[in-house]
């Protein structure tokens, strides 16, 4: 705020008090977005949030995906920011490592990295760290504007429509209701003869014009849709589906409170193409995850219709979860069957006014627990960027796109090819071995040999370099190691030659 030149600002005709950012979806990236904001240009700018939900400090009803997520250090870079941090650390579990439920009953721990040095996971629930956010932008001045779902912009004139997302309980003598108008999606113009229209009101859209407009409406981002209708061949758009599903479980505080099994650790059961994860909540459950193939494999969805195939399933494969869930065939039909999907899309961005936040932008799979950090860290590098180009939003949003797509794109990548190192590499030997001299060389030799997960999980090293930096440690550690074998080979031959020679 301190920097914001206002000369600089490409919006015309407007006062600097009538200035406004709408920021679409109140989720974890739109919250935080709103607080951002709220904070660097609150003075300048009004800074709403419409969401199409409920107010979830009201309702502890439908939160979303996962219950929990876990967060790690890119997260809370970015709650530190805010000042949020210490309130998100403290009602979250820190997760040391991995928790591994052999197929043989064997448990182990392998631990993420150096936990005296911060490297850990915090599982938090979803809801609460909304609502942590909602409270904050409140506090900041945001205005939260919530049952209103953006059904259209007009994109010329930088206009919103929100529909009342059910039949509106507005008070007639604070609210504006703006009459019906229709859309006429294929070109995005508003037809102008529907706006006279204001009889046989069937639903209401409230109109709301906006200088910049933030996209962080999810995965199924209506904004992102918007933009891709308007700008046709300019705008890349990729969607795929994972035939992995997943089903939700709870694991139930025991009578006295406390947890059922070890809390400060992630679980895996690893199964090779399936595996049950469970992540701690601070009220002594957890949540488990049950990631299966939909149909195709003789372990799926599709293959478990009855109470006995699905104690079948757990009885070979996660017995020792059976008397953690004396409900668990309740749990597990009532459970809807979610599906996994990744998405990508270019630019991020349309001219100095529209921007995609996180999922809206780039949903990717939860194998690396990385989806709602990457969403934080747009929003970091979204402030960062307008303190950068003194709120020159073309310069902000420009270099905003392209910066995050080549990042978001990596950890897409990383995080599909994670699923087969949780569901089946965590189980092996090698594996292991492999993994406990890459933590500690890296620690030993950290720029020589650096662990990706460290960077990824436990730096703010933009996800690009952390795989650069890698694979030079690893082409460093390839020549080291074959320059020792042969050093080790001449030696031998040599010392067997002279041995020969005094025999
Ligand atoms: C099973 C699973 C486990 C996961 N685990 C992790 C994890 O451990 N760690 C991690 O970092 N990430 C994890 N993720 C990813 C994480 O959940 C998402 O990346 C994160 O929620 C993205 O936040 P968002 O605000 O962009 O989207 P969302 O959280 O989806 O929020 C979008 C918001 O926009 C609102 N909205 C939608 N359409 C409109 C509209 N037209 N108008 C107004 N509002 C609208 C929605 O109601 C919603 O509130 C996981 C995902 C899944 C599926």
Redesign the pocket.
Known sequence: MEHFDYSKSSVDGLQASSRRIVV???????ALEGLFLAKRLGSSYEIKI????EDPRLHWGES???IN???STR?LTALDKVGLSKEVLSVGVPMYGRGIHHSNGRFEIQPYGFSQKGEFLTSIS?HVLNCILLNACERAGVVLCFK????SIDLSNNILYFEESEVPALNPTTDTIEPQVSWDFASSKLLESDIQRTSDVSYNINMVKADVIIG???????VRQILENYTKSKFNYNQVYLPTC?KELTISPSPSGSYAMYPNCLHIWPRGHFMLIALPNSDGSFTC?LFMDEDGCPVSFKNIETNEQLLNLFTCYFNDVIPLIPDLVKQYFQSPI?F?LYTQCEPYHFENRIVL????AH?IV?FY???????FEDCRILDELIELHSGNWCDVLKHFSQSRKSNADVIARLALENYMEMAQKTSSRLFLLKRRIQITLSEWFPNAFPSLYRLVSFTNVPYRDAVSLVEKGNSVFRKYLICSLCLTTLASVYGIKCLWRTN
């Open positions: 679409v979806g109140g989720g974890l990236a739109g419409y969401e199409k939900r979303g995906r996962s997520l876990a967060l997260g979803r209103k779902a953006c059904s962080a409406d999810g995965v199924f981002s209506r997943y995850t979610s996994l936040i996180g999922d809206a949903a939860p627990g990385q989806g709602c950090n990457l969403a």
